[in-house]
């Protein structure tokens, strides 16, 4: 009888060892070593393939047709839409309404979709297809974790669109370690991506998260894949934003908002609307300013509240802002604009529950705390922009006149802006433009001291 061979893997890189260790000595990350099983091919044979040679000039320059979602917000995260014979992962915390984005987009897409479940049975998949009042005759459903079957299934019905919801519950026979682990996990998704390749049909992921947020299994999971979407938002409120995390066919930046309704999520055309539809005008610390997501400006509130410290270290808390960044731009501000904040907390808050790491809202969030500081509500009808460096100076900002055309569509008489942005700016506006070279400029105009 042979004994059973252990070996150990790293969930974050997968890298392998024979012993356990506390620290992978590959991507540094503590306690992510997990046991599983040393793993051989029973009998399986690799056949031969005839090596294929092309030159470039020779390939067709048409993009292959992109199977549209029915969707647009999923379709402009993906680049216009699912691209043949690609694999795109959807991650995202539990409950957060990934399947029920796939399913409503199963539905609406006019060629064949099989969805294969692993967590509920096909008359669950259609109760929750009758609730969100969905209806398809191209939508296909299987209930099955066997990878051998859910391929031959693929290929008899060689269905356009393959939704795997989830990856965790697949498994390969061929393999003895339990479903879930990071060898089924990487082996199956491997297996997937060569079959989206051979059958030219386009393969959804669904895969979940850590508690740190990340895609459970290695992250070379992610390097498989031809598109990582991260489906993102609060439990506590309504909207969902999914942002691409890698994509081989399209932009990273571009990101979909949705709104989770009793029937579904419904797309959210415009998103500034949503972001400063419930602004208290007369407040101190609150400044509006403009965000790039993709090719689209965003208008959003910035919200920062400045108290006294009646203990030794003072709280800093930023959400959906980098807190690293808040640091430096409080230590800008003691410095160059003579606001005392080394004794009081200061709390930073992206209304809406977006995230943003541009630094074309420094500006606005330097100005929402001297507000605070200061308790004096910012001049009504304003929008800030711009980048501050260490100096205490405004620096200039890309895609400036849509950032200008979008606080104009929505009603602001005055922007904020870098004076090195002025000479981009060609199209002539109703919005007045003020142009600022140092914070001290900005929070004069804001709040007027």
């Known amino acids: 009888m042979s004994k059973t061979k252990i070996k150990y893997i790293c969930s974050n890189c997968g890298y392998e060892t024979l012993k356990w260790l506390g ?183 669904i895969g979940h998260v850590t508690k740190d947020g990340f895609i459970a299994g290695p992250k070379v999971l992610e390097h498989i894949v031809d598109t990582v979407l991260q489906f993102e938002g609060e439990k506590n409120y309504s909207y969902r934003i999914l942002r691409a995390q890698k994509n081989r066919f399209g932009s990273t930046n571009e990101i979909g908002v949705f709104d989770m309704r009793d029937d579904g999520l419904h797309e959210v055309k415009n998103p500034s609307e949503i972001f400063i539809g419930e602004r208290e005008k007369e407040i101190s610390g609150s400044i509006i300013t403009s965000s790039i997501e993709g090719t689209r400006p965003v208008l959003l509130e910035v919200q920062a509240l400045v108290t006294p410290s009646h203990f030794g270290n003072p709280q800093r808390v930023a959400t959906g802002f980098d807190y690293r960044r808040l640091s430096i731009l409080l230590a800008v501000l003691e410095k160059r604009a003579a606001l005392r904040l080394s004794s009081s907390n200061v709390f930073l808050n992206m209304a809406g529950g977006i995230k943003i790491e541009e630094p074309a809202i420094d500006l606005a969030v330097c100005c929402a705390i001297a507000s605070s500081l200061k308790n004096i509500s910012a001049s009504p009808g304003f929008v800030v922009v711009g980048e501050v460096g260490l100096g205490g100076e405004v620096r200039s900002v890309s895609h400036i006149e849509k950032r200008i055309q979008e606080a104009e569509k929505l009603g602001f008489e005055q922007i904020i802006l870098p004076k090195s942005n002025l000479k981009s700016v060609s199209i002539k506006n109703k919005i007045k433009i003020h142009s600022v070279e140092n914070i001290l400029e900005a929070i004069q105009l804001t709040i007027g001291e």
């Open 23 to 205: 620290k992978c000595p590959s991507c540094n990350e503590w306690n992510t070593f997990s046991e599983e099983l040393v793993e051989e091919r029973k009998g399986r044979r690799i056949k031969k393939k005839e090596t294929v040679i092309s030159k470039l000039s020779d390939i067709s320059q048409e993009e292959d047709q992109r199977i549209k979602t029915g969707i647009d917000e999923f379709d402009r995260v993906l680049g216009g839409g699912l691209m043949p014979g690609s694999v795109t992962l959807l991650g995202g915390d539990p409950g957060i309404g990934k399947s029920t984005l796939v399913i409503q987009a199963a539905a609406k897409i006019q060629n064949t979709v099989l969805y294969v479940t692993g967590e509920e049975s096909v008359k669950q998949i259609n109760i929750r297809a009758k609730r969100l009042g969905l209806e398809s005759e191209n939508l296909l459903l299987l209930a099955e974790t066997d990878l051998t079957i859910i391929k031959d299934a693929i290929k008899k019905n060689d269905p356009f669109v393959v939704i795997i919801d989830s990856i965790q519950t697949v498994y390969d026979p061929d393999l003895d370690n339990s479903p879930g682990t990071i060898t089924q996990i990487r082996e199956s998704t491997a297996e997937l991506l060569q079959l989206a390749k051979g059958t030219n049909c386009a393969i959804i992921i």
